[in-house]
């Protein structure tokens, strides 16, 4: 490993200045030499005291965090919506939703379904896409009638 010396103690009040780097390091590798700031505390706390330099480690061939959640775009969610029909009762739709939709109570069930009925249509739930299809066709496999779109927004 490269090393310079550096063997010269600066004042507080030490301004650096673009030539100053050869006049307080010395050895082969003197341009290699970074001079660090001298922070003084003031009057009664202790003066003269340096703060600990922060370093920042990087992993090689690691991306920042910053750089993961870039590149790890979450797909888009969507809307599963149940559509009213006249041909199946109000409890089996409660029934089926409670079924196929993961975490569905009897509370959500019936409201769903009440706002099916008066309103045409209401959202089951907001998910992944692959979700959602599975639960739309599940939902059809059981004599319903859905469908999914994009959820503007998000959820």
């Given at each position: 490993m490269k090393s310079a010396i550096c063997g010269r103690i600066l004042s507080p009040n030490h301004v650096f200045k673009p030539g100053d780097?050869?006049?307080?390091?010395?050895?082969?590798?003197?341009?290699?030499?970074?001079?660090?700031a001298v922070v003084a505390t003031g009057p009664g706390?202790?003066?003269?005291?340096?703060?600990?330099?922060?370093?920042?480690?990087v992993t090689p061939g690691r991306e920042s965090e910053f750089d993961?959640?870039?590149?790890?775009?979450t797909a888009p969610p969507y809307r599963v919506i149940l559509h009213?029909?006249?041909?199946?009762?109000?409890?089996y739709v409660v029934q089926?939703?409670?079924?196929?939709?993961?975490?569905?109570?009897?509370?959500?069930?019936?409201?769903?379904?009440?706002?099916?009925?008066?309103?045409?249509?209401?959202?089951?739930?907001?998910?992944?896409?692959?979700?959602?299809?599975d639960h739309c066709m599940q939902l059809r496999g059981n004599g319903l009638l859905s469908s999914i779109e994009p959820a503007d927004g998000g959820c």
């Open positions: 780097t050869p006049s307080f390091c010395k050895g082969p590798y003197s341009n290699l030499c970074v001079p660090m706390k202790g003066g003269g005291l340096l703060e600990k330099p922060v370093i920042e480690r993961l959640k870039k590149s790890r775009k009213n029909d006249n041909y199946n009762k109000r409890e089926v939703l409670m079924k196929v939709i993961p975490g569905m109570t009897l509370d959500n069930a019936v409201n769903i379904m009440q706002e099916a009925h008066h309103n045409g249509l209401s959202v089951v739930i907001i998910c992944a896409q692959s979700d959602a299809e």
